[in-house]
């Protein structure tokens, strides 16, 4: 089994900054393509940005150059730092990976709030 294990969310005001981080232990692969997604009230779960194994990576349009994901395979651990934060980027924020061995696997976090309010 798989854990994934989210932190760093809370409160910041627009215009603000937050990092959030995602620890994966049990049987995970290092070179698993990890993600956030986030899941804003009565909204469906969208994508945010991935980051393959091998480092590349890719955002949604609305988070372009104020998100940056990046990875330390030596920890398991994806972060997604959040500049220029927004109200309409409040979410619960969720990481996930991604692999295949013999089957595919997909595993998600529980999720860390963001809100962004003043």
């Known amino acids: 089994q798989v854990q994934l294990v989210e932190s760093g969310g809370g409160l910041v005001q627009p215009g603000g900054s937050l990092t959030l981080s995602c620890v994966a232990s049990?049987?995970?692969?290092?070179?698993?393509?990890m993600a956030w997604y986030r899941q804003a009230p009565g909204k469906e779960r969208e994508l945010v940005a991935h980051?393959?194994?091998?480092?590349?990576?890719n955002y949604t349009d609305s988070v372009k150059g104020r998100f940056t994901i990046s990875r330390d395979n030596t920890q398991n651990s994806v972060y997604l730092q959040m500049n220029n934060l927004q109200p309409e980027d409040t979410a619960v924020y969720y990481c996930?990976?991604?692999?295949?061995?013999?089957?595919?696997?997909?595993?998600w976090g529980e999720g860390t709030l963001v809100t962004v309010s003043s």
């Open positions: 996930s990976a991604d692999w295949t061995d013999y089957l595919p696997r997909h595993y």
């Open positions: 049990g049987s995970f692969y290092s070179g698993a393509t």
């Open positions: 980051i393959a194994g091998d480092g590349r990576t």
